[in-house]
């Protein structure tokens, strides 16, 4: 008898539980189907010709873009077929969220995700202006050459830009030096920056973009070997350091 009663006890319980899911229940919300095609991305809104909507949605959709700029305000008048806002997308497996957060993990591993507040693409750029003087106009820094920010070479290339030609604009201005001063720094700067800065900024780029890991061996074997021979070492260290392209620049006439 008493194992009917927690038979019946038991199956009391469970009716319960179940009623009480079956009440607190979310309704069902019916919703539109549609097939997913490759298209403009297009969003109308009518509400008497102004663009102050009262009902407001939220769509979410896997499109990684940038929205640019909206210059309507609250209420402007718009025209049926009137782009109101355009969204421009972008590479998403480069600046997709959960990617940029696979990255930052991978480089420093934290707990919760990292605070983006932006994020963009950088285009590399190899340039060197074929003119760098042209009457009273010179060109130095990033206005000469540009090229990947690996080691620092823009920087400091620049620097040796500016003192070079800070030294022969004096000797201008002070009648000490002609004009031919002018286009021995273009000849001087111009040529580090082709055979140095160029050249290195390169190589370190590839060396960077390269995925053997053989390669990647040989490199930590050459620079092991650089480092047991003080000679080398200090060879490699005048090169790397821009020191010795700087000094070789100056021979030039």
């Known amino acids: ?43 109308s809104v009518s509400d008497d010709g102004k663009t102050r909507v009262r009902e407001r949605y939220t769509v979410f959709a896997p499109l990684a873009g940038r929205l640019e700029r909206i210059r309507l305000k609250a209420g402007d008048p718009v025209e049926q077929g009137q782009v109101v806002a355009l969204l421009t997308p972008v590479a998403p497996a480069l600046l997709d969220a959960r ?105 370190n780029k590839r060396l960077l973009e390269e995925r053997d890991p053989a390669v990647h061996r040989s490199r930590m074997e050459e620079l092991v070997a650089l480092a047991n021979d003080p000679q080398r070492a200090r060879e490699h260290v005048l090169e790397t350091s821009m020191i010795a392209g700087l000094r070789k620049s100056l021979e030039i006439r």
């Open 99 to 203: 990617s940029v957060q696979k990255r930052m993990q991978g480089f420093l591993p934290r707990a919760g995700d990292y605070e983006v507040r932006y994020q963009s693409i950088y285009r590399v750029h190899q340039r060197v202006a074929g003119e760098w003087r042209r009457g009273r106009v010179l060109l130095a820094g990033d206005a000469a050459h540009l090229n990947n920010p690996l080691g620092g070479f823009g920087l400091n290339s620049g620097i040796h830009d500016a003192v070079n030609l800070a030294d022969k604009l004096a000797g201008v201005w002070l009648g000490e030096a002609g004009e031919p001063a002018l286009d021995r720094y273009v000849r001087q700067r111009r040529t580090a920056t082709i055979e140095q800065v160029q050249a290195m900024s390169i190589r």
């Open 1 to 43: 008898m008493r194992t009917r009663n927690k038979i019946a006890l038991g199956m009391g319980f469970v009716a319960l539980a179940a009623l009480v899911v079956w009440a607190l229940r979310a309704p069902p919300v019916s919703v539109e189907l549609a097939a997913v095609e490759r298209g403009v991305f297009e969003q």
